[in-house]
């Protein structure tokens, strides 16, 4: 009897440690999942507020290709932009360098998106004509020219 004393006494301590082991390895990687969530769902909101609206879904690519569609460069010399050679509007060298749009207004994502759009209403009188550009077109187009210093 007294052989299996030790043993007997031993179990409540036994089946605890059992006990936790098994919940541990259950929760633990629920608990981490959630940590997990919850940080990514820190990082998304930050990160969004970064970028002005009018440059947020804006896609340099595609701006290179709709400035070629649109034919901008009928009138302006465009670097990356083939047969962009046009002389009756300025050249766009470096234009994401620039401090102002037509000399007047000063060179943000959104103002320069409003003037590839209406240019007129921007500057009144200016000889760049509206070439019938959805705001979402000339977001892209305003993100490729931003891409140009
Ligand atoms: C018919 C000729 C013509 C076409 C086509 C044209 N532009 Fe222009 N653009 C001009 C002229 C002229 C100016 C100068 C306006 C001023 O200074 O008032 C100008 C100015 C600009 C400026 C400001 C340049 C600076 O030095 O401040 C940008 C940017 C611009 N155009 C982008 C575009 C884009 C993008 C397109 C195509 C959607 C386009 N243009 C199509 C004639 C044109």
């Given at each position: 009897m007294k052989l299996t004393a030790p043993p007997v006494a031993l179990w409540p301590a036994r089946w605890a440690l059992w006990a936790t082991g098994r919940v541990s390895a259950l929760v633990l990687p629920w608990l981490l999942a959630a940590a997990g969530i919850g940080a990514a769902g820190c990082d998304a909101g930050p990160a969004e507020g970064l970028q002005p609206e009018a440059t947020r879904t804006a896609d340099p690519l595609l701006g290179q290709r709709l400035v070629t569609q649109y034919q901008c460069g009928s009138c302006h010399a465009i670097?990356?932009?083939?047969?962009?050679?046009?002389?009756r509007g300025p050249s766009l060298e470096a234009f994401g360098r620039r401090s102002y749009i037509a000399g007047?207004?000063?060179?943000?994502p959104e103002a320069l998106v409003r003037w590839i759009v209406q240019p007129d209403a921007l500057v009144?009188?200016?000889?760049?004509?509206?070439?019938?550009?959805?705001p979402g077109d000339a977001r892209h187009m305003a993100a490729y020219l931003g891409t140009l210093r």
């Open positions: 670097p990356g932009v083939a047969a962009a050679r046009g002389i007047h207004v000063p060179n943000r009144p009188g200016t000889l760049m004509p509206s070439m019938g550009v959805s």
